[in-house]
């Protein structure tokens, strides 16, 4: 069966890829887009976690880290610019990383829906464990009281979406006191666990995280994706 006759606006393929290096997803992110323009494929919803690595987004971020280059380099913490928008943001092990691969225009939303629609994802997910989670209009995210779970940077080109949401679950929040994330002085990072008074782990959290996100953009999730070529070349590339 050839991609295109897979392609449907209202399936996605969802794939959870462990801890993955952060160049690794990158590269992994463009050959998905390129097969989402070109129509091989459906949406995608790529799940991970990254070894640590802080992420600069095109408008600012090297002037937020706040300890000395040579700290980074015995902490083995790489740094990478891309795409996407916002400013520094940590990832590493116990944050969920996600990564939807998605057509704004087949799915009629523009870039600030799309936002709004991530957003909801999280904050519907921490309802079901009895955390309530709430936006601030100027600092795109999720927060839980003051203290910021989930950061969001994204980059569409061609209505394709990549880059997406940073969710702390059981994240070393050390890691967000050598830099001013996002460009936000003085707020704090928290965690599900944090929150929670307890570890909970990346994995137990991720079939809730798809239920959520298909509910929020009325998608099913296909989380076999043995039937789509295109994915599994790009996945083994």
Same mark, same amino acid.
């Given at each position: ?17 462990? +801890? ?45 880290? +706040? ?6 380099? %015995? ?19 116990? %944050? ?35 955390? %309530? ?13 003051? %203290? ?90």
């Amino acid at each position: 069966m050839k991609g295109k006759e897979l392609v449907s606006k209202k399936v996605y393929i969802a794939r959870y890829l462990g +801890i993955t290096p952060y160049e690794h997803a990158l590269k992994l992110q463009q050959a998905l887009v390129q097969a989402r323009t070109e129509g091989n494929i459906p949406d995608v919803v790529l799940l991970l976690q990254h070894p640590p690595v802080f992420t600069i987004g095109r408008f600012r971020g090297e002037k937020d880290i +706040i300890i000395p280059p040579e700290r980074l380099t %015995q902490e083995g913490i790489a740094i990478f610019h891309t795409s996407r928008g916002g400013g520094i943001t940590y990832h590493g092990p116990g %944050q969920l990383v996600g990564y939807p691969i998605l057509n704004l225009k087949e799915h009629r939303l523009g870039v600030p829906e799309y936002i709004w629609k991530l957003e909801a994802v999280i904050i519907n997910l921490l309802s079901t464990l009895d955390i %309530q989670g709430h936006r601030l209009a100027e600092f795109p995210g999720v927060w839980v009281g003051e %203290q910021k779970i989930c950061s969001i940077g994204i980059h569409v080109s061609r209505y394709i979406t990549m880059h997406g949401f940073a969710f702390n679950v059981d994240t070393d929040l050390q890691y967000f006191e050598y830099i001013n994330p996002c460009g936000i002085n003085g707020k704090v990072m928290t965690s599900i666990s944090q929150l929670l008074g307890h570890p909970v782990a990346v994995e137990s959290i991720i079939g809730n995280l798809l239920h959520s996100f298909s509910e929020t953009f009325g998608l099913k999730c296909q989380r076999e994706d043995d039937r789509c070529p295109a994915i599994l070349d790009a996945l083994n590339g």
